[in-house]
């Protein structure tokens, strides 16, 4: 980074904090409301819930995690999420082209309707499942005729949750795609390439730190669900109960040491995708800052970043 390019980047960042400047006393009440709110609603419950797990020591909560019980649920809520993510990913990133970078009839329709499942409860969801493949349902005798079964079984499960979280990877992408405007991809176009050259070498590098944030979006509600799933697995142990459920089973029988061990594994499964997701924003804040400015990016951000071979006009 040359002394030019360094002093331009220190300017700007001067002046994206005088624009924030405030009264001292405001700022600091701001903060310490943000901080009290924190700890009081997210930390306070993520503590009581590990010390809660560890209250008898790490021998029962090492046991608890290894049930049999515990390692199916775990097993089962990766596989969930394993299958339901990519689908969506798939999903999300072709809806979010076709309503950012074309006009047809239907469009807001089809927004509307990427935005149904954040106004459904996710209990009707499942039942709307079940009222659909149930033993009683429109298609249950079909179903039952031809030995096929979704509910109380992995196939709804892996319905309810691909419906609870298709909105998540469309809704980050659309407004991002829109922003960016479609002069990239018609330059493209002009210069002879096709449509899978103009997706892969234009408009996935541009879009791919929100495919990022998107998928972990999606898979984190996809390994929390509780509500849809709940309805749809019949909760039979060893079976079909992620973890959501395990722990609700676990309390119910009140094992409240075993329940809080297995809450405090999912509780886990959320840091591992939170310390992700921060990651995925400081990179995409470094290569914004880098991009900016018109800089060359660092050498650590230029090795990792994944290589495009320029678009063939042929």
Do not use: C
Request: net charge neutral; aromatic share 12%.
């Amino acid at each position: 980074m040359t002394a030019l390019a360094a002093t331009a980047l220190s300017a700007t960042r001067f002046e994206r904090n005088t624009a924030t400047r405030e009264n001292p006393l405001i700022k600091w009440s701001i903060v310490g409301i943000s901080l009290a709110f924190f700890i009081l609603f997210v930390l306070m419950p993520l503590f009581a819930v590990f010390g809660e797990a560890l209250r008898r020591g790490f021998g029962p909560y090492f046991a608890a995690i290894i049930a049999p019980d515990a390692l199916a649920a775990l097993k089962l809520t990766l596989t969930t999420a394993v299958i339901a993510v990519p689908l969506n990913l798939v999903f999300g990133v072709a809806a979010a082209w076709l309503i950012a970078k074309f006009d047809f009839r239907g469009k807001q329709l089809l927004v509307t309707l990427i935005d149904l499942p954040f106004s459904v409860s996710p209990v009707i969801v499942g039942l709307m499942f079940v009222l659909l493949f149930g033993a009683n349902g429109w298609f249950g005798h079909w179903l039952a005729a031809h030995n096929v079964k979704i509910i109380f079984a992995l196939p709804g499960m892996l319905l309810a949750t691909i419906f609870v979280t298709f909105p998540f990877i469309a809704r980050e992408l659309i407004p991002l795609m829109q922003a960016q405007g479609r002069e990239e991809e018609e330059a493209a176009v002009v210069l002879g390439a096709n449509g899978w050259q103009v997706f892969w070498h234009v408009t996935l590098p541009n879009i791919k730190w929100g495919v990022v944030y998107g998928v972990i979006l999606a898979n984190a509600r996809a390994m929390g669900e509780f509500g849809a799933v709940s309805v749809v697995s019949g909760k039979l142990r060893g079976q079909t109960t992620t973890l959501p459920l395990q722990v609700e089973i676990l309390y119910n029988e009140y094992n409240f040491a075993a329940a809080f061990a297995v809450a405090s594994l999912l509780a886990l499964l959320a840091l591992v995708t939170l310390a992700v997701k921060t990651w995925i924003e400081h990179r995409a804040d470094a290569a914004y800052d880098t991009s900016e400015l018109g800089m060359e990016a660092p050498a650590a951000l230029e090795a990792t970043a994944p290589r495009t071979a320029p678009i063939s006009t042929k």
